[in-house]
């Protein structure tokens, strides 16, 4: 079926039609028209700019609703078409997504746990809030995400943020997370943890690690749900010293731009 807009540009051509810098500069453009005799390009310009926002519309309407863009004089098929368009621009939107979450949201374990610090650096004073996970020991931390409604309910990956002061070696961050759909308890195994390692600079520079394999979220995800992740470093890793956390990047994909 041929769809098409009865929304037209007014004046597309151009022909008699006022420049913009002159129409700009016109203290009428702003005050409106006085009586009298209205120059036609000006009448051009005024109606061209006021025409072409209803032929986008209408545009828009016919290339992503696949529907007729009437002018009837009435409002309601017009709205519901573009309502349609304009959720089905939003489906295009699809893809990897990221959350960033700071290590000041997690919430270290009560037996095994890295210590929260507040850094403030000498000279520009910028100030971090981040977790200092031990070396030679498995350090933990925990928070939770309340994934966006347009999450697609498969795996997820992580970049870890960090630095430290001395040392030297790579330091292992992994992520592992569980699903809690409502009604079901917040004590739920987590899924199989995934890995990235990342090698020291040198004091106070940042340091990302690559992504990590896709984390699959263990019980029965669902978007919108609660997830529960659990961060922890390795003991075997090669980093000598304390690896301040400062957050972490949790990529997802998702299937629509709502939500």
């Known amino acids: 079926m041929t769809v098409s807009s009865d929304f037209l540009v007014f004046d597309s051509s151009g022909t008699n039609i006022v420049s913009q810098s002159t129409y700009s500069a016109d203290p009428n453009t702003a005050g409106g ?6 120059p036609s390009n000006v009448v051009n310009k005024t109606l061209r700019q006021g025409s072409i926002g ?3 519309l ?6 992503y609703a696949s529907a007729n863009a009437v002018d009837d004089g009435t409002l309601t098929t017009l709205e519901t078409n573009l309502v349609t368009a304009i959720k089905a621009i939003a489906a295009t939107q699809t893809g990897i997504q990221t959350l960033w979450v700071p290590a000041s949201a997690m919430q270290p374990d009560g037996a095994t746990y890295p210590v929260g610090n507040i850094t403030q650096f000498a000279i520009n004073k910028f100030t971090l809030n981040t977790l200092g996970f031990a070396n030679g020991v ?4 925990y928070f939770s995400v309340a994934m966006p409604t347009s999450w697609n309910a498969d ?8 630095y430290g002061t001395t040392g030297a070696g790579s330091t292992s961050f992994s992520l592992s997370g569980v699903d809690i759909t409502n009604g079901y308890t917040l004590d739920n195994g987590f899924g199989t943890a995934q890995a990235a390692s990342s090698a020291y600079v040198s004091g106070g520079n940042l340091v990302v690690s690559g992504a990590t394999s896709a984390i ?7 978007a919108g749900d609660l997830v529960e992740f659990k961060v922890s470093r390795s003991a075997s890793d090669s980093f000598s010293s304390i690896a301040y956390l400062i957050g972490l990047q949790l990529t997802y994909t998702a299937t629509s731009a709502f939500g």
């Open 33 to 38: 028209r006085p009586t009298g005799i209205w």
């Open 54 to 56: 209803a032929a986008l």
């Open 58 to 63: 209408g545009r828009l309407i016919v290339d």
């Open 138 to 141: 498995v350090d933990v931390a």
């Open 155 to 162: 795996t997820v990956t992580a970049k870890f943020y960090w």
């Open 216 to 222: 699959t979220i263990g019980g029965t995800p669902a």
